[in-house]
């Protein structure tokens, strides 16, 4: 099996969709020529044309009304948000109106659009480019949310998100990107979204993760093993729906649950999974849940003690692991 | 298509329209392609919908109806432009929430537009779920999810991209107040529907109120209509109190979005009504200003034009007059006596499958 990055994958997942359906098509900002800030869809504007990678003004109000728009008439639209700290002028349309057009339909309208966003921090971003946004969608009903961490689920997901008839959110790391490299099968395959994935198996405590910090759960498991403490690792790769079944799966076996996250950590899709083991896996809890979170500044810092100090890293979160491990 | 303006003060209808200076009857006041019939039934629907509008704001003070938006005034803006559309056959319509007479024209049954007010489940445009007539239509080529004002805009030259691509031919007419002139998403709507040509059109309905706020506190331009200029796509300026003045500049402005982009429609509208029923304009509208624009009520005129054309006969109007009350008086009992939503279904419909 070929070995590749994240980006390379996600390239691949627009480029096999586009040639299977031509109502699949990208909207964004610097998508055609430039292929992308990231190259997400470098060499796809020479393929497919600059009618279906199609480079919107800098405007990301309109970039998701006339995705969204052009859901309706039945096309598949991946708007492409630069950066997800650029999502804000176009939540409107994303929470106010395509989260709630099937409802607001009866189901009569639907909205197959993916809107890919690379989010996170760690890459010196400051407050503008290393936002994550993922609670504010999470929160809202009618959208999907994915957000996966290595190259394998990041294709066979984002394929899924554009074969759904629902939103779908899709949150790419952007310091996974080239970082995290992986072993992607050649040819047709997809993942189902709504389902998380083991990583690590394990007995003495369960972590739960998702995108850049889910590697950082590894290391921190590693670095346990060699200490006897033998750690779950779940990887969510969707968010929302989310796969409860799996999360207290594993909390029932363990009895000792963390989960860690890049984001905020107060109303945090954390928060929601402690209240989910609270309510459905009481009686299995051998101690606190845990959170290993961003702190509740607005995000973190440009300078690198600052940005440092705010990142999840492996030790921080072997330090509660091992704190967990022990109650 | 004319780069000429109308203005509100010589496109008045009957007297400019129908008569020469010495009084005799012009051969025909209506364009090529209305019949008769049409304009009979055009009428006919623009009856209907005012006898709705009225009892439902009249329902709405009984407790019966919620909330409510009237379209009393935009009338002919609202049934001109859709009649243009009828007329070429491949058009789709993102309204806003003014629109209950383009809506109801549109097809509604007077029984469906009044469970729609009531927040029944035979409402046709979201089974009780949202505010009246908001959702979709789209037996009737209507999409409109909410009202924020301009969101639909944005989405209407999405959907006419998504026309292009799917090889349609499919013209887009999108509809919103002058308040909505104000959003940005109006502004990078019409941006990109000019970069792209896309066949779309802008039709602001401008009753000079965002509300309460004037107009003089909503821009310095004169005419909404001008800012076409910025965008490089033909902008016009329409009496909208004047069915026939807004069939025609459709029909012209969808030939013109067909053949070569987006176009704006300025139709100079007055709201004879307060914004909604929760809203009470005394408070901030001149005394005299509705009584005045009255004077131009569009059902009447309309109906005068009619007449002084021998189309239609007084007994006729009176006629149409009655089975439009009467279809109301049905409608109400059958609404009333509809169902609400089941509470069961309360989750569905929040995903697609």
Redesign the interface.
């Known amino acids: 099996m070929a070995v590749k990055s994240v980006i390379e994958a996600v390239r691949e997942a627009i480029t096999e969709e586009m040639t299977r359906d031509s109502?699949v098509?990208v909207m964004g900002e610097d998508v055609g020529v430039r292929g992308g800030v990231f190259l997400a869809t470098q060499g796809l504007s020479e393929e497919f044309g600059n009618?279906?990678i199609i480079d919107?003004?800098l405007?990301e109000?309109?970039i998701?009304?006339?995705?969204?728009?052009?859901?309706?008439?039945?096309?598949r639209?991946i708007p492409e948000v630069q950066f997800s700290d650029f999502v804000w002028?176009s939540v409107?349309?994303l929470i106010?109106?395509a989260a709630?057009?099937?409802?607001?339909?009866?189901?009569?309208?639907?909205?197959?659009m993916v809107i890919r966003m690379p989010y996170g921090g760690g890459i010196r971003g400051g407050l503008f480019h290393s936002q994550n946004v993922e609670t504010h969608f999470f929160h809202t009903?009618?959208l999907?949310v994915v957000a996966p961490s290595t190259p394998y689920d990041a294709k066979g997901l984002l394929k899924s998100a554009i074969r759904d008839?629902?939103p779908v959110v899709f949150l790419e790391h952007k310091k996974t990107y080239r970082l995290v490299r992986g072993e992607v099968p050649e040819g047709e395959y997809t993942l189902p979204i709504g389902k998380a994935d083991v990583k690590r198996a394990g007995s003495n405590v369960t972590v739960v993760s998702y995108g850049l910090t889910l590697h950082y759960c590894l290391e921190a498991a590693e670095e346990l093993a060699g200490e006897g403490i033998d750690v779950e690792v779940v990887d969510l790769r969707t968010l929302t729906p989310l796969d409860t079944e799996t999360v207290l799966e594993s909390v029932k076996k363990t009895g000792k649950l963390a989960v860690v996250h890049e984001d905020n950590i107060t109303g945090g899709v954390g928060a929601e999974i402690a209240a989910l083991a609270a309510d459905q896996a009481f009686e299995y809890l051998d101690g606190p849940v845990v959170r290993i979170c961003g702190p509740d500044v607005p995000t973190m810092p440009f300078a690198q003690t600052l940005e440092d100090a705010y990142m999840p890293t492996a030790d921080k979160i072997a330090a509660g692991l091992r704190n967990l491990a022990a109650y | 298509m004319p780069r000429k303006r109308t203005n509100s003060a010589q496109a008045n209808v009957g007297s400019v329209r129908t008569a020469r200076a010495n009084g005799a009857p012009v051969k025909s006041p209506f364009p090529k392609g209305l019949k008769s019939t049409d304009l009979v039934d055009y009428y006919t629907r623009l009856v209907q919908a005012r006898s709705l509008d009225e009892r439902i704001w009249a329902l709405n003070r009984q407790g019966k109806v919620p909330i409510a938006a009237s379209s009393q005034g935009h009338e002919a803006a609202e049934l001109g432009s859709l009649l243009a559309a009828e007329k070429d056959g491949d058009c789709f319509l993102f309204p806003y929430y003014r629109d209950l007479a383009l809506k109801v024209a549109a097809g509604l049954t007077p029984a469906q537009t009044m469970m729609s007010f009531m927040g029944k489940a035979g409402d046709p445009y979201s089974s009780g779920r949202q505010f009246p007539l908001q959702g979709a239509d789209l037996p009737h080529n209507i999409i409109q999810i909410s009202n924020v004002v301009a969101a639909g805009l944005t989405q209407s030259v999405g959907y006419a991209l998504g026309c292009r691509m799917a090889g349609e031919n499919t013209v887009v007419l999108v509809y919103f107040g002058d308040g909505a002139s104000s959003q940005g998403e109006t502004h990078e709507a019409m941006n990109f529907a000019s970069i792209h040509k896309l066949p779309v059109i802008f039709i602001c309905e401008n009753n000079r109120y965002a509300i309460s706020t004037p107009q003089s506190s909503q821009m310095v331009v004169e005419e909404v209509a001008s800012r076409a200029a910025g965008y490089g796509f033909p902008g016009f300026t329409v009496d909208g109190m004047d069915l026939i003045s807004c069939y025609e500049a459709t029909r012209e402005a969808i030939t013109h979005a067909r053949n070569q982009g987006p176009v704006l429609l300025e139709m100079m509208v007055d709201r004879f009504m307060s914004h909604t029923t929760d809203d009470d304009d005394r408070r901030y509208r001149p005394e005299g200003e509705v009584e005045r624009a009255r004077e131009r009520d569009p059902v009447v005129t309309f109906g005068r034009t009619l007449l002084s054309q021998g189309i239609l006969t007084q007994k006729k109007i009176d006629q149409i007059a009655a089975e439009a009350l009467k279809a109301t008086d049905e409608a109400t009992d059958i609404a009333e006596a509809s169902n609400p939503p089941d509470e069961s279904v309360l989750h569905d419909s929040v995903y697609s499958p």
């Open positions: 109502k098509f009618e279906r919107a003004p405007a109000a309109s998701m009304g006339i995705a969204l728009g052009a859901a309706f008439r039945g096309m639209p002028p409107n349309q106010g109106e709630r057009t099937c409802y607001g339909t009866n189901g009569a309208v639907q909205v197959p009903p009618g999907k008839n629902n």
